[in-house]
């Protein structure tokens, strides 16, 4: 197990920083997630940790150790990939135990240890066959067993479900949870897919254009993104924001601080709320807009709903089934689910 540490890390392609100035501690035997829209730098991080391709300043450590000098196979990591990189011509058993041909380790103890890793990952039985004769979701589990065997003390992966159907990809998350759990060493997981984040991680780290937006678990990141950027890249679907302006004063949509100082403000509330009504309903809402349903669309146990008001729209995501497309309805919010964020995009505290 390791902990990881950037300090300072800065990454420059053709002069052009993606990777600005970053400070970050990945902590030991944890499952973390780095996770942002493409070419915020994820890959990048992980490759970085690796020494695939080193930072251009500052400093990456491994346990303590500034590992800047120390070369990819002796970091003691090792990393999965969204293509797999498996050999084509070897074979399951072949492929896994590549790494430990080449560090000379002995045929017996090659042997059980592709026996005891093919079966901690569900592989036992297909040993002998060729990757190609393999479904995605095999391929994905020896290209795990091939790092797994080398037994290292962090785990890197890139985006390793995406060649997944959905299905096998929501199997494939429980199987990479538990794995973590089986071996207790330190997760680094890269996607750009908040869902698989949300899922797995014990820790998101949320990065937008080469910066930390928030490092936090899971649901503190939903229940209290630091800023607009993490409102809006949470969720599904993500938050309702509008910059509600001066419609937002009419409809209340302001905390008293930010009328005081005068802050133009952004308002937003979580999708998934049970705030939709009859426009008679006469319970009192902090916030209330009277809109229509504009589109309906079943997600099984959920309904989700867009609701127009004005020049606004909503989306909610009701558990019961109770409207109809071009039916008026009342969206009510409580002073405690709305937030705020001010013109610098930070959230704002009630
Ligand atoms: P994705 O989710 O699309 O894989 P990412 O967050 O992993 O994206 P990176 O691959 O880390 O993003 O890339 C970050 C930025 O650095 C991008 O703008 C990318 O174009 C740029 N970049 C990455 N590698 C190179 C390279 N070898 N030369 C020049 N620019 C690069």
């Known amino acids: 197990m390791a902990s990881i540490e950037f300090a300072g ?170 794995l973590h759990k089986k071996l207790g060493t330190t997760f680094v997981y890269v996607t750009h897919d908040q869902v698989e984040a949300m899922s797995m991680a014990d820790t998101i780290v949320l990065m937008n254009q080469g910066l930390i937006q928030q490092e936090a678990p899971p649901d503190i990141i939903y229940r209290q993104p630091n800023n607009l950027f993490a409102a809006q890249f949470i969720g599904v679907p993500p938050m309702n924001v509008g910059d509600l302006g001066v419609e937002g004063v009419k409809f209340g949509f302001r905390p008293e601080s930010a009328v005081l100082s005068g802050d133009p403000v952004l308002s937003g509330y979580p999708a998934s709320l049970e705030s939709l009504e009859s426009p008679d309903n006469q319970e009192k809402h902090h916030y209330s807009v009277r809109g229509v349903i504009a589109t309906r669309e079943m997600l099984g146990s959920e309904t989700l709903y867009q609701v127009r008001a004005g020049s606004h729209s909503f989306m909610i995501k009701c558990t019961e089934d109770l409207y109809f497309v071009d039916q008026e309805v009342r969206l009510g919010v409580s002073a405690d689910k709305m937030y705020f964020f001010g013109a610098d995009e930070k959230r704002i505290d009630k």
């Open 9 to 178: 890390v800065t990454k420059l392609f053709d002069k052009h920083a993606v990777i600005k100035n970053l400070g970050l501690k990945i902590e030991d035997g944890k499952f973390t997630v780095l996770v942002g829209p493409s070419g915020c730098g994820k890959t990048t991080l992980l490759r970085m940790i690796a020494g695939i391709d080193p930072q251009t300043s500052g400093s990456v450590l491994i346990d303590g150790k500034d590992v800047t000098r120390i070369a990819p196979g002796q970091r003691g990591v090792a990393m999965v990939f969204q293509n797999y990189a498996l050999y084509p011509t070897m074979s399951v058993r072949e492929n896994i135990e590549f790494g430990l041909k080449n560090n000379k380790v002995g045929k017996e103890e090659r042997t059980q240890l592709v026996e005891s890793i093919s079966a901690t990952v569900g592989l036992k039985d297909y040993l002998d066959r060729k990757p190609s004769t393999l479904s995605g979701g095999q391929r994905q589990r020896v290209a795990l067993a091939r790092a797994m065997v080398k037994k290292p003390s962090v785990f890197l992966m890139d985006e390793p479900l995406s060649n997944l159907d959905a299905k096998l990809r929501a199997q494939m998350r429980i199987e990479l949870i538990e």
